[in-house]
C-alpha cells in the first residue's frame, strides 16, 4: 500500500477578485467598470505514488509549482481538482519561520513545533536534548526565536522535524540553509531517517543533492509534471534541458 498519494492534483490560484483585493478596491473597480479576476494554474493534473522509504526529489526552475504542490501533499492547500492520500504522521518544513512564534524561546518554540505536529509534552520531553544537541543551539535555549539568526532557525526547524520521527518529511530547499558542515550533518541524518522507514519528499536546485539523495524524482515545469520515474533518467533528462537553454 502506499504511504502517499497524488492522484490527479490540481491547484488553481485566483487574483483580484473580492478576497484578494478588499471590499474598498472591489467597489471602486466596480464603478470604474475595471473589476477584472484573472486564474493562474500552479499545478495541473500531477499525478505519482510513494512507498514506506522513498525519498522523492522534485526538481524544476523558479516557478514550476514545486512550492505549492508540496502545500497540497502537506494539507495546507486544497487542492482545486484531485485528491492527496496519506498515511501516517506528517512533518513538514516548507519556511522557516512557519510555527514559531517570535517572542517565544527555542526551548518554547520547540515544545510548541511538537505540539502542532500532533505529539505529546512526554514524547518530547524525550526528544528535547537530541534535538537541541543535534541543532548545536544549547547556549541559545532561552533566547527569543526572533533573535536567531536565519542559519540558527533552519538548524532548530530542521532538527525537531527529522528528529520527531515522522511517516512522511516534507522539506522545501530547507538543506540549503546553514553553512557547510551542518548540510553534510543534515545529509546524514536525511539517509538515517529514509533508512529507518520514513518517506521523504524534497524540493532542491542542487541536481547533485537529488542524484545522491533520491531514489525518484519528479520533474515539473510551469506546473505541468514532465517527468517522475528513477533518479538517474529523470536528472539526466532534466540536465539535458537545462543545457539547451543556455
Request: hydrophobic letters at 40%; aromatic letters at 8%; proline letters at 1%.
Given at each position: 500500500?502506499?504511504?502517499?498519494?497524488?492522484?490527479?492534483?490540481?491547484?488553481?490560484?485566483?487574483?483580484?477578485?473580492?478576497?484578494?483585493?478588499?471590499?474598498?478596491?472591489?467597489?471602486?473597480?466596480?464603478?470604474?467598470?475595471?473589476?477584472?479576476?484573472?486564474?493562474?494554474?500552479a499545478d495541473r493534473?500531477?499525478?505519482?505514488?510513494?512507498?514506506?522509504?522513498?525519498?522523492?526529489?522534485?526538481?524544476?526552475?523558479?516557478?514550476?509549482?514545486?512550492?505549492?504542490?508540496?502545500?497540497?501533499?502537506?494539507?495546507?492547500?486544497?487542492?482545486?481538482?484531485?485528491?492527496?492520500?496519506?498515511?501516517?504522521?506528517?512533518?513538514?518544513?516548507?519556511?522557516?519561520?512557519?510555527?514559531?512564534?517570535?517572542?517565544?524561546?527555542?526551548?518554547?518554540?520547540?515544545?510548541?513545533?511538537?505540539?502542532?505536529?500532533?505529539?505529546?509534552r512526554e514524547f518530547?520531553?524525550?526528544?528535547?536534548?537530541?534535538?537541541?544537541?543535534?541543532?548545536?543551539?544549547?547556549?541559545?535555549?532561552?533566547?527569543?526565536?526572533?533573535?536567531?539568526?536565519?542559519?540558527?532557525?533552519?538548524?532548530?526547524?530542521?532538527?525537531?522535524?527529522?528528529?520527531?520521527?515522522?511517516?512522511?518529511?516534507?522539506?522545501?530547499?530547507?538543506?540549503?540553509?546553514?553553512?557547510?558542515?551542518?548540510?553534510?550533518?543534515?545529509?546524514?541524518?536525511?539517509?538515517?531517517?529514509?533508512?529507518?522507514?520514513?518517506?521523504?519528499?524534497?524540493?532542491?536546485?542542487?541536481?547533485?543533492?537529488?542524484?545522491?539523495?533520491?531514489?525518484?524524482?519528479?520533474?515539473?515545469?510551469?506546473?505541468?509534471?514532465?517527468?517522475?520515474?528513477?533518479?538517474?533518467?529523470?536528472?539526466?533528462?532534466?540536465?539535458?534541458?537545462?543545457?539547451?537553454?543556455?
Amino acid at each position: 500500500m502506499s504511504i502517499l498519494e497524488v492522484d490527479h492534483v490540481s491547484v488553481r490560484y485566483i487574483t483580484g477578485d473580492f478576497k484578494d483585493i478588499g471590499l474598498k478596491e472591489f467597489v471602486v473597480r466596480k464603478l470604474k467598470r475595471d473589476y477584472h479576476v484573472q486564474e493562474f494554474w500552479a499545478d495541473r493534473d500531477i499525478n505519482f505514488k510513494l512507498e514506506k522509504g522513498d525519498m522523492l526529489g522534485i526538481i524544476g526552475t523558479n516557478g514550476a509549482g514545486k512550492s505549492t504542490l508540496l502545500k497540497a501533499v502537506s494539507g495546507i492547500m486544497e487542492p482545486t481538482h484531485g485528491v492527496v492520500r496519506r498515511e501516517g504522521t506528517i512533518a513538514a518544513l516548507l519556511e522557516l519561520a512557519s510555527g514559531f512564534d517570535g517572542d517565544l524561546t527555542v526551548r518554547e518554540n520547540t515544545y510548541l513545533r511538537g505540539a502542532m505536529l500532533g505529539y505529546t509534552r512526554e514524547f518530547m520531553n524525550q526528544k528535547y536534548e537530541d534535538i537541541i544537541d543535534f541543532s548545536g543551539l544549547e547556549e541559545f535555549q532561552d533566547r527569543r526565536f526572533k533573535q536567531l539568526s536565519s542559519g540558527m532557525k533552519s538548524r532548530l526547524a530542521f532538527s525537531i522535524a527529522c528528529l520527531v520521527n515522522p511517516d512522511i518529511l516534507i522539506l522545501d530547499e530547507v538543506l540549503s540553509v546553514g553553512d557547510g558542515a551542518f548540510r553534510k550533518k543534515s545529509e546524514r541524518k536525511m539517509a538515517e531517517v529514509i533508512k529507518n522507514g520514513a518517506t521523504t519528499l524534497l524540493v532542491s536546485h542542487s541536481l547533485d543533492q537529488i542524484r545522491r539523495m533520491a531514489n525518484k524524482v519528479l520533474w515539473l515545469d510551469k506546473g505541468k509534471q514532465i517527468e517522475f520515474g528513477d533518479t538517474k533518467t529523470v536528472c539526466d533528462h532534466y540536465a539535458a534541458f537545462l543545457k539547451e537553454k543556455k
